[in-house]
DNA sequence: ATCTTATTTCAAGAGCTGTTGAAATGAAAG
DNA sequence: CTTTCATTTCAACAGCTCTTGAAATAAGAT
């Protein structure tokens, strides 16, 4: 992945309204959650989610589907897992030292 | 982490010239580079590569010392590794499915 | 002491980002 | 077909981010 593109990835994830929306949205499992239940649980107005929930979708954090009158979103870790897989393998080029760092398992 | 602090940390990771400047430094490994070099390399101006210089070595992605003339910056992987932590543990919860969708080892 | 090299700091300006509240759109219910 | 509910879109605005070039600081060489 090139520097930009994963420079655009960092901005979506550079505001912690968009990381509670992760948040929620894994919470939430396969199901997913509507546009209104997400600006509830994280305390935002209608318009100001929209923006977040926009930004995420846009750039494949969400896929979002419509039921009825509600828009379900949920969480999409494909673009999660690019993102760290750019960090640990591609930025870092698979530094061990990097592993070490990342208290997993 | 909460999620204040670790968007602060993405909004570091938000500038191709900052991505460019830990893929050189993880390149030049524990020597570093001074930062005249380290501009030279991304192709930045003085001012414009301390800016981001000091970007990174105020979040602590850097470390720097001073070698006689020159600023030597060296990267420190503890951060990356935090950020990687949260999104996979913290944000994630752990999700095998994102674990799936990183392509290590 | 003065000069040169390395780097940072500063002020100005252009452009981007996120918030707000109001208006528009979409979909179902009465 | 009007009302209600859910959500997005829009315009305005404040604040932040990045770039530039010039000036300041820091350290070593002459």
Redesign the interface.
Known sequence: M???D???L??V????D???V??AL??AGPDGMSAGDIGRKIGASPSRTSFHLNALSETGFLQKERQSRNLNYRIN??T??????F???D?????S??R?????R
Chains 1, 2 share one sequence.
């Open positions: 090139v520097s930009e994963a420079a655009a960092f901005r994830l550079s505001n912690s968009r990381l509670d992760i948040r894994v919470e870790f494909k999660i897992g690019a993102l760290i897989t960090l640990m393998e930025c870092c080029k698979g530094s030292e990097l070490n760092c990342c208290t997993m």
